[in-house]
């Protein structure tokens, strides 16, 4: 613009234009000036504006943070709280993105707030994950009680009904809602699992106990033969045994010493069993003591007040064993006579030892301190009387007492006196100027001082005094000797206090007659229950109470035995749970499956066998019981048939400790039951639960599972326990030791499949089959083929809904069933409970698909038990390792339904055993065509496939057979086979032919 201008100027004077330029000039810089100041105003204007917005968007902010850390209730609300928080600050900042300032506060918020949210949300799950604990661990208590309740019921109706209705159950049920509430779904399934699982065994338990148990829950009867039934639960205590503590696993012999010196240091209270109570202090004195030391002795009870404080106590501290109505009886004599004889004593109540230290200190201490002392008595009991409850004075005492026991200890005498008693006394005693004594003590030091002076030994006496007085412990020596002498002349017994107290006074000679006081400290209580001193004849039995005798002996119980005894407690605690967890306890608790079914194979065969295997073992219930102990029990089975399930059952039900030995952790490699030789951590664990079971020795079952991984050498260690010798060679905390079995409850169970993990097949040593009985699950005898079909349903009943709706009500209608479809009967059986029409036909079509599933199963069982015990030098065909086991049945059941098909059911077995394959690699296909033949479901394709493999396998087996390492022995092997091809031709020409 300014160009503009001055190119239209029409002034020829280059002066005069240069001054009108100059002056547009200054006129635009104004103009500029301007400008920029308005800008700057408006600049200021808007910051300021800008400022009281963001403050006013801050303050409304900061609020929401207070409300939204308010609202956050639980951890999930953290997060949807800072996200909208997040969102708001977001918006800020896109409001303010031209005010550095206010971006670098938002960021400084942001930072704030999320580490605001994250403690808040941290605190949240803490806080939660405790609750849960607490509400789990409290359902668990519950349960425990829960059980011991269920198991006192007689039948089912009970049963049913308590864990219908019961409120302790119902409390269960409202903590596993709480836990669902509050997030931990993992625990709420738990305790719902936990009451079932309950109520399952209990009508389980009930079952046995009509149907095994004689004499209430003490005998168990398998097959023939009876035995008796350990109700010890294992547990680790500590006991004293030959005046040495030893861990003891109860129900067992397992005793092992403990080395704790701290345990060894608390000897004296090993005796102890409660903490109010030893040899030396009894219950209701220890009760009297503790409300005696509670209350205020100036303020006057009724008996009324004081049995109410009495039962406040007692039921405060029930651990501290009080019996309603004697201990709490006993106790409220004592306690009035005991607030009787304080306040009849006065000073006196304070033990002779104890005001003659104070009234030593108060003489030998110098005038300045005793001036500095004596003020402060003044008015702390001025103090005192205004204000009785008062503690005001708990310096003074505290600096008296320091000085009393620096005074003690620097002339090494009155070791035992309770120093700030002393100083409490002294206290008390020097509002005056004298010093109280007890009449007897008084009467004595008058025949003292006057026999001195009847053999004028005063003066000699006194002179004796004054040199002595600078070493004070020889001084007080020597003037109790005097007195002791001086007693022993006139032939007066006197207590050793009393002794004290006159040679005290002899010493400060500051006895007056004006303080002498004659209160006895004694006094005569009847009618006591639980506790007597003496008892004259022909008179009734009392108990002496002496003020400083009680005094001392229960303040030396509370304030030096109690502690020990806690001590000692707190101690065997920690050297408990330390071992427990240790020896692993809870792993050898017995926990059938709530899926095992007792069936009639089970009683009918299972029971007679086990049973004489273990009357030779542990010994049958009654006079004729074996005391030769001998055998061991060996069971074989493909897997899956429950071997292990089967004994945890017998085990639990005989009250034995179930010690599982997993065959293999141990491995082929290990030989010895040395747990020193083990090559990892888990082959060691085991030997050394082996050796523990050793250890135990009594009312223990030995289950050696899957022995068919361990080496027949380590195997063979278990012949001499079999032998009627019981013994066997260990190794317990590295020291060898020969444990001797006989005449204990110690059986050996082992358990073992066909096939080795190696695809080898299982042979048992002959020396331990020899001495073993030893059973198959899965190839019962012919005879009972019928119970063993049987059995495969029965075991499935829990895996199939429409068969468990019938058996709810008994065993009897699926029995009934299946004769009903076995026998082809026209006529529906009468069934037990309430059963609809569709239920029962629901029923009977699944279990005829069932039934032709089992018998699919047992074919497979049957085969693979035939494959298992054939020599490889006899086969024709591949190995068949398919496996038909109740494992097998259970899974194939869970998936059956009325509505399914002749060719469902099919597809069912063919896609299970097409699964089960898979773990074959190579042998899948051969496996399968086996199947398919034992199926009758080969088609010709199928057929000319198996024809073609078991040719294979079987011109393979011959070439391997005569070695195929060696290159001759395989031509041979070849020229046989081109041999046997031109025989095979040669027939079928002579057959043509003829």
Same mark, same amino acid.
């Given at each position: 613009?300014?160009?503009?201008?001055?190119?239209?100027?029409?002034?020829?004077?280059?002066?005069?234009?240069?001054?009108?330029?100059?002056?547009?000039?200054?006129?635009?810089?104004?103009?500029?000036?301007?400008?920029?100041?308005?800008?700057?105003?408006?600049?200021?204007?808007?910051?300021?504006?800008?400022?009281?917005?963001?403050?006013?968007?801050?303050?409304?902010?900061?609020?929401?943070?207070?409300?939204?850390?308010?609202?956050?209730?639980?951890?999930?609300?953290?997060?949807?709280?800072?996200?909208?928080?997040?969102?708001?600050?977001?918006?800020?900042?896109?409001?303010?993105?031209?005010?550095?300032?206010?971006?670098?506060?938002?960021?400084?918020?942001?930072?704030?707030? !999320?580490?605001?949210?994250?403690?808040?949300?941290?605190?949240?799950?803490?806080?939660?994950?405790?609750?849960?604990?607490?509400?789990?661990?409290?359902?668990?208590?519950?349960?425990?009680?829960?059980?011991?309740?269920?198991?006192?019921?007689?039948?089912?109706?009970?049963?049913?009904?308590?864990?219908?209705?019961?409120?302790?159950?119902?409390?269960?049920?409202?903590?596993?809602?709480?836990?669902?509430?509050?997030?931990?779904?993992?625990?709420?399934?738990?305790?719902?699992?936990?009451?079932?699982?309950?109520?399952?065994?209990?009508?389980?338990?009930?079952?046995?106990?009509? /149907?095994?148990?004689?004499?209430?829950?003490?005998?168990?009867?398998?097959?023939?033969?009876?035995?008796?039934?350990?109700?010890?639960?294992?547990?680790?205590?500590?006991?004293?045994?030959?005046?040495? !503590?030893?861990?003891?696993?109860?129900?067992?012999?397992?005793?092992?010493?403990?080395?704790?010196?701290?345990?060894?240091?608390?000897?004296?209270?090993?005796?102890?069993?409660?903490?109010?109570?030893?040899?030396?202090?009894?219950?209701?004195?220890?009760?009297?003591?503790?409300?005696?030391?509670?209350?205020?002795?100036?303020?006057?009870?009724?008996?009324?007040?004081?049995?109410?404080?009495?039962?406040?106590?007692?039921?405060?501290?029930?651990?501290?064993?009080?019996?309603?109505?004697?201990?709490?009886?006993?106790?409220?004599?004592?306690?009035?006579?005991?607030?009787?004889?304080?306040?009849?004593?006065?000073?006196?109540?304070?033990?002779?030892?104890?005001?003659?230290?104070?009234?030593?200190?108060?003489?030998?201490?110098?005038?300045?301190?005793?001036?500095?002392?004596?003020?402060?008595?003044?008015?702390?009991?001025?103090?005192?009387?205004?204000?009785?409850?008062?503690?005001?004075?708990?310096?003074?005492?505290?600096?008296?007492?320091?000085?009393?026991?620096?005074?003690?200890?620097?002339?090494?005498?009155? /070791?035992?006196?309770?120093?700030?008693?002393?100083?409490?006394?002294?206290?008390?005693?020097?509002?005056?100027?004298?010093?109280?004594?007890?009449?007897?003590?008084?009467?004595?030091?008058?025949?003292?001082?006057?026999?001195?002076?009847?053999?004028?030994?005063?003066?000699?006496?006194?002179?004796?005094?004054?040199?002595?007085?600078?070493?004070?412990?020889?001084?007080?020596?020597?003037?109790?000797?005097?007195?002791?002498?001086?007693?022993?002349?006139?032939?007066?017994?006197?207590?050793?206090?009393?002794?004290?107290?006159?040679?005290?006074?002899?010493?400060?000679?500051?006895?007056?007659?004006?303080?002498?006081?004659?209160?006895?400290?004694?006094?005569?209580?009847?009618?006591?229950?639980?506790?007597?001193?003496?008892?004259?004849?022909?008179?009734?039995?009392?108990?002496?109470?002496? !003020?400083?005798?009680?005094?001392?002996?229960?303040?030396?119980?509370?304030?030096?035995?109690?502690?020990?005894?806690?001590?000692?407690?707190?101690?065997?605690?920690?050297?408990?749970?330390?071992?427990?967890?240790?020896?692993?306890?809870?792993?050898?608790?017995?926990?059938?499956?709530?899926?095992?079914?007792?069936?009639?194979?089970?009683?009918?065969?299972?029971?007679?066998?086990?049973?004489?295997?273990?009357?030779?073992?542990?010994?049958?219930?009654?006079?004729?019981?074996?005391?030769?102990?001998?055998?061991?029990?060996?069971?074989?089975?493909?897997?899956?048939?429950?071997?292990?399930?089967? %004994?945890?059952?017998?085990?639990?039900?005989?009250?034995?400790?179930?010690?599982?030995?997993?065959?293999?952790?141990?491995?082929?490699?290990?030989?010895?039951?040395?747990?020193?030789?083990?090559?990892?951590?888990?082959?060691?664990?085991?030997?050394?639960?082996?050796?523990?079971?050793?250890?135990?020795?009594?009312?223990?079952?030995?289950?050696?599972?899957?022995?068919?991984?361990?080496?027949?050498?380590?195997?063979?260690?278990?012949?001499?326990?079999?032998?009627?010798?019981?013994?066997?060679?260990?190794?317990?905390?590295?020291?060898?030791?020969?444990?001797?079995?006989?005449?204990?409850?110690?059986?050996?169970?082992?358990?073992?499949?066909?096939?080795?993990?190696?695809?080898?097949?299982?042979?048992?040593?002959?020396?331990?089959?020899?001495?073993?009985?030893?059973?198959?699950?899965?190839?019962?005898?012919?005879?009972?083929?019928?119970?063993?079909?049987?059995?495969?349903?029965?075991?499935?009943?829990?895996?199939?809904?429409?068969?468990?709706?019938?058996?709810?009500?008994?065993?009897?209608?699926?029995?009934?069933?299946?004769?009903?479809?076995?026998?082809?009967?026209?006529?529906?059986?009468?069934?037990?409970?309430?059963?609809?029409?569709?239920?029962?036909?629901?029923?009977?079509?699944?279990?005829?698909?069932?039934?032709?599933?089992?018998?699919?199963?047992?074919?497979?069982?049957?085969? !693979?038990?035939?494959?298992?015990?054939?020599?490889?030098?006899?086969?024709?065909?591949?190995?068949?390792?398919?496996?038909?086991?109740?494992?097998?049945?259970?899974?194939? %059941?869970?998936?059956?339904?009325?509505?399914?098909?002749?060719?469902?059911?099919?597809?069912?077995?063919?896609?299970?055993?097409?699964?089960?394959?898979?773990?074959?690699?190579?042998?899948?296909?051969?496996?399968?065509?086996?199947?398919?033949?034992?199926?009758?479901?080969?088609?010709? /394709?199928?057929?000319?496939?198996?024809?073609?493999?078991?040719?294979?396998?079987?011109?393979?087996?011959?070439?391997?057979?005569?070695?195929?390492?060696?290159? %001759?022995?395989?031509?041979?092997?070849?020229?046989?086979?081109?041999?046997?091809?031109?025989?095979?031709?040669?027939?079928?020409?002579?057959?043509?032919?003829?």
């Amino acid at each position: 613009l300014l160009i503009d201008i001055v190119n239209n100027l029409k002034v020829e004077d280059t002066s005069h234009s240069t001054q009108i330029i100059e002056n547009i000039s200054l006129i635009f810089a104004q103009l500029n000036q301007q400008r920029i100041a308005l800008s700057n105003k408006r600049k200021s204007i808007g910051e300021k504006e800008a400022k009281a917005d963001f403050q006013a968007q801050m303050t409304l902010f900061e609020q929401s943070i207070v409300n939204y850390l308010e609202l956050a209730t639980s951890p999930e609300k953290c997060d949807d709280f800072l996200t909208k928080l997040s969102i708001q600050l977001e918006e800020l900042e896109g409001r303010f993105v031209d005010y550095d300032d206010f971006i670098e506060l938002i960021g400084e918020k942001r930072e704030s707030i !999320y580490a605001a949210f994250e403690a808040k949300k941290n605190n949240l799950t803490e806080s939660r994950n405790k609750r849960a604990g607490s509400l789990f661990a409290s359902a668990e208590r519950m349960l425990k009680g829960i059980k011991s309740r269920a198991a006192s019921f007689s039948n089912e109706t009970e049963i049913n009904g308590y864990f219908a209705s019961d409120l302790m159950i119902e409390k269960v049920r409202s903590v596993a809602e709480q836990l669902e509430k509050i997030g931990d779904s993992a625990k709420s399934e738990d305790l719902a699992n936990q009451v079932q699982v309950l109520k399952q065994e209990t009508l389980r338990a009930l079952k046995d106990k009509k /149907e095994l148990f004689e004499e209430g829950n003490n005998i168990i009867k398998l097959g023939a033969h009876r035995f008796a039934v350990n109700s010890q639960k294992l547990d680790l205590t500590l006991i004293i045994k030959d005046k040495k !503590y030893f861990y003891h696993l109860t129900g067992t012999s397992y005793y092992e010493p403990i080395d704790a010196t701290t345990l060894y240091d608390l000897k004296d209270v090993w005796e102890q069993e409660l903490p109010s109570e030893n040899r030396e202090v009894k219950r209701a004195e220890y009760l009297a003591w503790q409300l005696f030391k509670s209350l205020n002795s100036t303020q006057k009870l009724t008996d009324l007040s004081l049995k109410e404080k009495i039962n406040e106590y007692t039921a405060a501290n029930y651990g501290e064993g009080y019996v309603k109505g004697v201990h709490d009886h006993d106790a409220l004599l004592i306690l009035k006579n005991l607030l009787q004889k304080h306040s009849d004593l006065g000073l006196l109540r304070f033990s002779p030892d104890t005001r003659i230290l104070a009234q030593l200190f108060w003489h030998f201490t110098s005038e300045e301190k005793k001036a500095y002392f004596k003020k402060q008595f003044v008015l702390v009991n001025l103090l005192k009387q205004a204000f009785p409850d008062t503690k005001e004075h708990a310096h003074l005492i505290e600096k008296l007492t320091e000085a009393i026991q620096y005074f003690a200890t620097e002339h090494q005498f009155f /070791e035992h006196t309770n120093v700030k008693e002393a100083a409490i006394y002294l206290s008390e005693e020097q509002v005056t100027d004298g010093f109280v004594i007890d009449k007897v003590a008084f009467d004595i030091l008058k025949a003292f001082q006057k026999e001195l002076k009847s053999k004028n030994a005063d003066l000699g006496f006194q002179n004796a005094q004054q040199e002595l007085k600078a070493h004070i412990a020889e001084y007080w020596h020597l003037c109790r000797q005097w007195v002791i002498t001086f007693l022993d002349s006139t032939g007066k017994s006197v207590p050793e206090s009393t002794i004290d107290e006159v040679a005290g006074f002899i010493m400060t000679d500051a006895s007056d007659a004006k303080y002498v006081q004659s209160v006895s400290a004694q006094e005569k209580i009847e009618g006591l229950k639980s506790i007597t001193h003496s008892s004259e004849e022909g008179k009734e039995s009392y108990y002496l109470l002496d !003020y400083h005798e009680f005094c001392a002996r229960l303040n030396h119980f509370v304030s030096y035995i109690k502690p020990r005894y806690l001590q000692l407690q707190e101690l065997k605690h920690q050297l408990i749970e330390v071992k427990r967890r240790s020896l692993r306890l809870h792993e050898f608790q017995t926990q059938v499956l709530t899926s095992f079914v007792r069936n009639k194979l089970i009683n009918q065969v299972y029971f007679p066998l086990i049973g004489s295997n273990f009357a030779k073992q542990i010994g049958a219930y009654g006079n004729d019981k074996r005391t030769d102990r001998s055998g061991m029990l060996l069971l074989i089975s493909p897997p899956g048939y429950g071997k292990t399930t089967l %004994m945890e059952y017998v085990a639990d039900r005989l009250g034995l400790i179930f010690m599982k030995i997993n065959g293999p952790s141990i491995g082929h490699e290990i030989t010895s039951v040395d747990p020193g030789e083990a090559k990892n951590a888990a082959t060691k664990q085991e030997l050394q639960k082996l050796n523990l079971a050793f250890e135990m020795s009594d009312n223990v079952m030995l289950y050696l599972d899957d022995i068919q991984h361990c080496n027949p050498e380590f195997l063979q260690k278990f012949i001499s326990l079999a032998d009627g010798q019981r013994k066997i060679e260990g190794v317990f905390n590295g020291e060898a030791k020969t444990y001797d079995f006989r005449g204990k409850r110690f059986c050996v169970v082992m358990a073992g499949n066909p096939y080795t993990e190696s695809g080898d097949k299982f042979q048992i040593p002959d020396m331990l089959s020899n001495r073993a009985d030893i059973y198959n699950l899965g190839d019962t005898a012919s005879n009972k083929a019928d119970l063993f079909r049987l059995s495969l349903i029965e075991n499935g009943l829990t895996s199939n809904d429409y068969l468990k709706s019938i058996t709810q009500y008994g065993m009897e209608n699926l029995y009934k069933l299946v004769s009903y479809i076995d026998n082809n009967e026209q006529s529906l059986p009468v069934l037990e409970g309430n059963l609809s029409p569709q239920e029962i036909q629901d029923c009977i079509k699944v279990l005829q698909k069932i039934m032709h599933v089992r018998d699919v199963v047992l074919k497979v069982n049957g085969e !693979y038990i035939r494959s298992a015990a054939m020599s490889d030098d006899y086969r024709t065909e591949p190995p068949f390792k398919l496996q038909g086991s109740y494992r097998d049945m259970n899974k194939l %059941m869970s998936q059956v339904v009325p509505i399914m098909k002749e060719k469902e059911v099919l597809q069912l077995l063919l896609d299970h055993y097409q699964n089960e394959s898979q773990t074959l690699t190579s042998d899948a296909e051969a496996n399968l065509l086996k199947l398919a033949e034992l199926m009758d479901n080969l088609d010709e /394709e199928k057929a000319r496939r198996w024809s073609t493999i078991k040719e294979t396998f079987t011109k393979n087996n011959k070439i391997k057979g005569l070695g195929d390492s060696d290159r %001759m022995s395989q031509i041979i092997g070849q020229m046989t086979l081109f041999v046997e091809g031109l025989e095979n031709i040669e027939k079928a020409l002579s057959k043509r032919k003829n």
